[in-house]
């Protein structure tokens, strides 16, 4: 069964700091890692990660996958108050059923 | 483009009720899901479909069917409502097998 577990499961910061989200993973047919925010509504899309050690960047995110050891980790740099939200790791799955399997989230709060 | 369109946005039924949910999708995307999100469990898959004729069960299927007569909708019937199934549900699609999902902005259903 595949399996994807994201750490921390929350956590609060001040503004400014720089966080680090991890996200873990034991997916048979692994195809991709992508990562989503998600505040209110819908998940949102981040990133897709399919090739080790290439970091993707957008602003003060970027990520990373590690194919070997089988992880991502989502950054975030001088956070501001509008990077609250649930982070989603998922990893996509190879074959006709492109399946996507999530993490159960990492909630970060960021304070003034 | 409207992208992923659900309906209704809140729903609430009395057990053994029946009723669908509406996915609608303007992109022509060949991938469709349905998730439902619990706290602390993430985003669980519900059924998927490849096309337009071919659906298949995801993790947790049991009291829900689907459809996919057309490329464009993706139905998901409720047979007999029961309490376990109050929950936010996500529809979301994809264009081809290596790109991610969109979803739409969800359906919060309660069952009482």
């Known amino acids: 069964e595949d399996k994807v577990v994201q750490s921390p499961l929350s956590l609060v910061v001040h503004e400014g700091d720089t966080v680090t989200l991890n996200c873990s993973y034991e997916?048979?047919?692994?195809?991709?890692l992508l990562w989503y925010k998600q505040e209110k509504k819908a998940p949102t899309f981040l990133f897709m990660l399919?090739?080790?050690?290439i970091e993707k960047k957008s602003g003060r995110l970027s990520s990373i996958l590690d194919k070997k050891e089988l992880f991502s980790i989502l950054n975030i740099t001088a956070t501001q108050t509008g990077d609250s939200a649930v982070y989603l790791c998922?990893?996509?799955?190879?074959?006709?059923?492109?399946?996507?399997?999530f993490g159960t989230g990492t909630r970060l709060q960021v304070t003034l | 483009n409207a992208g992923v369109t659900q309906t209704p946005k809140f729903q609430v039924l009395k057990t053994g009720q029946s009723m669908t949910l509406q996915c609608a999708q303007d992109?022509?995307?060949?991938?469709m899901s349905w998730y439902r999100q619990d706290p602390g469990m993430g985003l669980r898959l519900i059924h998927y479909?490849?096309?337009?004729?071919?659906?298949d069960q995801g993790e947790v299927p049991n009291g829900y069917n689907v459809s996919r007569s057309t490329t464009e909708d993706f139905p998901l019937r409720l047979l007999s409502a029961a309490p376990s199934q109050t929950s936010v549900y996500f529809c979301?699609?994809?264009?081809?097998?290596?790109?991610?999902?969109?979803f739409g902005s969800g359906t919060r259903l309660t069952v009482v």
């Open positions: 992109m022509n995307h060949e991938y």
């Open positions: 979301a699609s994809k264009g081809g097998a290596s790109v991610g999902y969109t």
């Open positions: 479909s490849v096309g337009a004729g071919i659906t």
């Open positions: 997916v048979t047919n692994f195809r991709s």
């Open positions: 998922a990893v996509l799955n190879t074959g006709t059923a492109s399946k996507l399997t």
């Open positions: 399919t090739s080790s050690g």
